[in-house]
């Protein structure tokens, strides 16, 4: 299983993205997601897993990233792990 696989199931992306195109299609996911649809959103960050004590503490702490920016590079990282579980137990 691939990352872009993975997020596929909440995005509509293509499989031929490179990694940092892929992180700005996601910060351009979540900024519209911020701005049109929350609901969505959390729900998204939710079904991710996405540690949501992690990524209030990450929104209020880290300087120099737009929030989308936050929310995208937590949602990728738990994406990133989810791939490496099952590479690992998968063998």
Do not use: C, H
Request: proline share 1%.
């Amino acid at each position: 299983m691939s990352l872009i696989k993975i997020i596929s199931k909440d995005f509509d992306i293509r499989e031929d993205l490179s990694e940092n195109r892929l992180r700005d299609a996601m910060i351009d996911a979540f900024a519209y997601l911020i701005d049109n649809d929350f609901p969505k959103l959390i729900q998204i960050l939710y079904k991710t897993d996405v540690d949501q004590y992690e990524l209030k503490k990450l929104l209020e702490t880290v300087e120099g990233l737009s929030s989308a920016e936050v929310i995208a590079d937590a949602y990728i990282a738990r994406q990133m792990a989810k791939v490496e579980t099952w590479k690992k137990y998968s063998r």
